[in-house]
Each structure stands twice: as C-alpha cells, then as structure tokens.
C-alpha cells in the first residue's frame, strides 16, 4: 500500500478510498461519451494477511445499436456487505464478459481463468444469462443482459486457456 508522509496510507488505496474514486471516473465517462471508446481500469488491494481484492470496470461507450449509451460493467470481487454497508472482500469473483451481436448469433465471452468446461453451470431466464464456474481454487457468478432472450438449447459452450465462449444461435 502507497502512504503519504507521515505513514499515514494514501486515501485511493482503501476500499473506502476506491469508491470515492468512482465520481472521477464519472468525470472521464463524460468524455469518453463524446469519443465512442472503451476505458478499462482494474485496482487490486491487499488488506491483512490472505486478503486481496480486485475491483474494475469495464466502460464502453457508443456500441451498436446503443450508440448514445455509456455501458459501465463491474468485475472483481469486492461489493458491499448489506448489513453493515461495509466494503468487503467477497469468496466469488465476478469476471469480465463481452457481449458481441454477430451476424449469425451472439456471442458470449467471460474470462474466467482456473475454470473447466464441466466446471460451468448457465442458467437463462428471457435475455438474463447467469454464468457460474467453481473450480477447488476459484469460484465466478455473472449476470448478463442479452440483447434478446435466449433458451438453454440454443447456447453452444467452449472453454478454452480460461476463456468461456457462448454462442447464442437462433
């Protein structure tokens, strides 16, 4: 962890610190707003022994049909506890997912390292994907909103150096 003098720790490198950071990235999505790009930021932590947190997100900005929307995806594993209202670190990762309308189907790619084929589990309701994956090491969840709804059967899966691809055909 970075400190200021004194040994006082630098306010950005705090879990409390990264959610106050969040009204800077606000200011630049404004920008990116008026340039049609992606911004993709990630800030790890360590807090006590054992614990490490991961927090990004994934910013894209004037994608196909929605062209005047700014799409803010989450990843990682920190989110806050609903009792306390704390930051904590969470045991399931949240992975960064792509969602890409093709001419023949939409694909699906979750980056979901550590992961086997037969350690996924999709569950679909109408244009909600839930994608799990739990190995003896890591363990990922991700809701994801497709552009239409999709049933099981037409989804085709591969996983392949921790890259789970999905194509949704129909």
Not at 91 to 115: C, K, N, S
Request: some cysteine; glycine content about 12%.
């Amino acid at each position: 962890m970075n400190t200021k003098r004194g040994g006082k720790p630098n306010p950005g490198d705090t879990v409390e610190g990264l959610f106050s950071r969040f009204a800077d990235l606000v200011e630049k999505l404004n920008g990116l707003a008026q340039t049609g790009k992606e911004l993709h930021q990630v800030k790890e932590f360590t807090r006590g022994a054992g614990v490490r947190g991961i927090y990004g997100v994934n910013v894209r900005v004037g994608v196909g049909e929605h062209a005047n929307e700014v799409l803010v995806e989450p990843f990682g594993n920190i989110g806050r506890d609903a009792q306390s209202g704390q930051a904590m670190v969470q045991d399931v990762l949240e992975p960064v997912v792509d969602v890409f309308e093709e001419r023949d189907r939409t694909l699906v790619l979750a980056q979901i390292p550590g992961i086997a084929l037969a350690d996924v589990l999709l569950d679909v309701h109408d244009d909600v994907l839930v994608i799990e994956a739990t190995s003896n090491l890591k363990k990922y969840r991700k809701e994801v909103l497709l552009p239409r709804a999709f049933t099981r059967e037409q989804m085709q899966l591969a996983c392949n150096n921790g890259i789970l691809e999905i194509g949704c055909i129909g």
